[in-house]
């Protein structure tokens, strides 16, 4: 069983950033991909991006040039970094692990408000 914490949301202006981050209970060797979505208010959850246990990464088009991933194994931790934060970025930001095992784990989201 993975437990995974995201942490990081809060209510900014357009133009600003953030990092969210996403803390796994379980060691990453066990993770072969962490990944983010957002759910929007009233809208289903959308992929945002992956990071692959090889670093390998890939960001949604929509989004690919204002949004990074990157991971911390050392912290069991996995990163999405926003620039430039617009009010369409306003979610629910969920972190999703990928067991080798084939198994996902969902954590309970953090809340990410954009202002105009």
């Known amino acids: 069983q993975v437990q995974l914490v995201e942490s990081g949301g809060a209510l900014v202006q357009a133009g600003g950033s953030l990092r969210l981050s996403c803390v796994a209970s379980?060691?990453?060797?066990?993770?072969?991909?962490v990944a983010w979505y957002r759910q929007a208010p009233g809208e289903p959850r959308h992929f945002v991006a992956f990071i692959h246990n090889t670093g390998r990464t890939n960001v949604t088009d929509s989004v690919k040039g204002r949004f990074t991933i990157s991971r911390d194994n050392a912290k069991n931790s996995v990163y999405l970094e926003i620039q430039n934060l617009k009010p369409e970025d306003t979610a629910v930001y969920y972190c999703?692990?990928?067991?080798?095992?084939?198994?996902?784990?969902w954590g309970r989201g953090t809340l990410v408000i954009v202002s105009p």
């Open positions: 379980e060691s990453t060797s066990i993770i072969n991909i």
């Open positions: 999703k692990a990928v067991t080798y095992g084939g198994r996902n784990y």
